[in-house]
């Protein structure tokens, strides 16, 4: 597994962006792919996670109704559509792969990509 995300950027709050995520390498394993971020200051928190077998999303309260995890499997990719965003949204943003292979766990994760909102 390895992990680039791309699409951060600055906007103003209620704007919108879309994360992208792409896997190069294998997908053997892969259990559940999520989206986290973390603030100036503050711990990694969970964004968003999606489940590989039966795709049951999980959002974290804050951001439940604004964001949407998606993922293409054909084309290794994961997604994060951010809509009506607001300046506590603020944070890099990391891909996350789970993965478990015979009772083994490994945790994957991209460089970050910085999202900024403006008030």
């Known amino acids: 597994v390895q992990l680039v995300e791309s699409g951060g950027g600055s906007v103003q709050a209620g704007g919108s962006l879309r994360l992208s995520c792409i896997n190069s390498?294998?997908?053997?394993?892969?259990?559940?792919v999520g989206w986290y971020r973390q603030a100036p200051g503050k711990q990694r928190e969970m964004v968003a996670t999606l489940t590989s077998g039966g795709g049951r999303a999980n959002y974290a309260d804050s951001v439940r109704g604004r964001f949407t995890i998606s993922r293409d499997n054909a084309k290794n990719m994961m997604y994060l559509q951010m809509n009506n965003l607001k300046p506590e949204d603020t944070a890099v943003y990391y891909c996350h792969v789970f993965v478990r292979i015979m009772s083994l766990d490994y945790n994957y994760w991209g460089q970050g990509t910085q999202v900024t909102v403006s008030s």
């Open positions: 390498k294998t997908t053997f394993g892969i259990n559940t």
